[in-house]
């Protein structure tokens, strides 16, 4: 084929014109972060990171957890043990969902059809919205109360940890039925997942209470097959008292390479590589770092910093403190990734 200068152009107009429709569908990502001791949940700009907006009236906000067309949020409000569910453009809650019993963590399903809410008042369960009605349509009983509760990442798992229980109990998301459970000689704090090249689960990492470190999961085996610890720190670096929750933050990068995980104990951040679990660096962070989530680009990790009312920013493959970003919360915990329609 002959490329005449006039097709040149053509051509790279058209890749002009492409990448805004690239950028378009990918969405404007936000970082949503509770505040476990206030009434109100901050929007951070990650290109700017600076706070773009505030959801009201949500008292001891637990976990959030956004629908992926990125038009709802799903919020567990402790004060009132509810479901609360965010209109995103508006910032505003829309309706309050009345549970079974006291919330802690939340997840959705990849195709946004159920959130399910962990109830960690005895004797604990998983309750089920459903969103097309906005309505609990299920309340699934497991082995205690419920701390945090994840998704697998091919949503075909709704994941149920309990601390007193010291169990994962493992759902499957069409029957909204336990399937398996597998017991530790600890109460299990958050959790993390990476998966198989065909996109099935390959491993559960579980923080533990008073475990500086984590647990790994083979979900296929269903047994732990490792206890990985993190690196020691001088005691003037360290910071005991968290109440069981030593380390407590975990993510797995969307492109599945790293692990990043939180030491409460160290105030750091330590990355793992995958699958090997090679330790990539450590950094510290400030005080009493709680929870992870990760940009889409699998670059940033947003640690909540509970002792500071902020969030760090770290970035991941030079496991770089690069921001710190005051929120005005109070004492700052679960957060969550938002991607804009």
Excluded: C
């Amino acid at each position: 084929m002959v490329m005449t200068r006039s097709s040149i152009f053509s051509l790279a107009a058209a890749a002009i014109l492409v990448l805004p429709i690239v950028a378009a569908a990918q969405g404007t990502v936000r970082i949503v972060q509770t505040n476990s001791a206030g009434d109100n949940v901050h929007i951070i700009d990650p290109v700017t990171n600076k706070v773009v907006g505030e959801i009201q009236g949500i008292e001891r906000a637990h976990g959030a957890a956004p629908s992926p067309d990125g038009r709802w949020l799903y919020v567990a409000n402790e004060a009132d043990d509810t479901v609360d569910i965010v209109d995103v453009e508006a910032l505003k809650v829309i309706k309050k969902v009345p549970l079974t019993g006291r919330p802690n963590n939340i997840a959705v399903t990849p195709d946004g059809r159920k959130v399910y809410t962990a109830i960690a008042e005895a004797p604990g369960a998983l309750d089920v919205l459903d969103t097309s009605t906005n309505e609990i349509v299920a309340t699934i009983s497991v082995h205690g109360g419920v701390h945090n509760t994840y998704v697998t990442p091919d949503g075909k798992y709704a994941i149920a940890g309990m601390v007193g229980g010291r169990n994962i109990t493992v759902v499957d998301t069409m029957t909204d039925r336990p399937v398996w459970t597998t017991y530790f000689d600890l109460g299990i704090r958050p959790m993390a997942f990476d998966t198989n090249p065909d996109g099935s689960t390959r491993h559960i990492y579980a923080q533990l209470s008073n475990f500086n470190g984590f647990g790994v999961v083979d979900f296929e085996t269903r047994k732990e097959v490792t206890r990985i610890e993190f690196p020691e720190v001088p005691p003037d670096q360290q910071t005991p008292g968290h109440g069981g929750n030593t380390a407590h933050g975990l993510g797995v990068t969307p492109d599945n390479k790293y692990l990043v995980g939180n030491s409460s104990f160290n105030s750091s951040v330590y990355v793992y590589s995958l699958p090997d679990l090679e330790l990539v660096g450590g950094v510290r962070v400030g005080h009493s770092p709680n929870w992870v989530t990760i940009t889409p680009d699998s670059k940033y990790a947003y640690i909540s910093l509970s002792g500071n009312n902020s969030v760090a920013v770290v970035e991941i493959p030079t496991v770089k403190k690069v921001a710190e970003i005051p929120t005005g919360g109070q004492v700052p915990k679960r957060n969550a990734t938002l991607i804009l329609p």
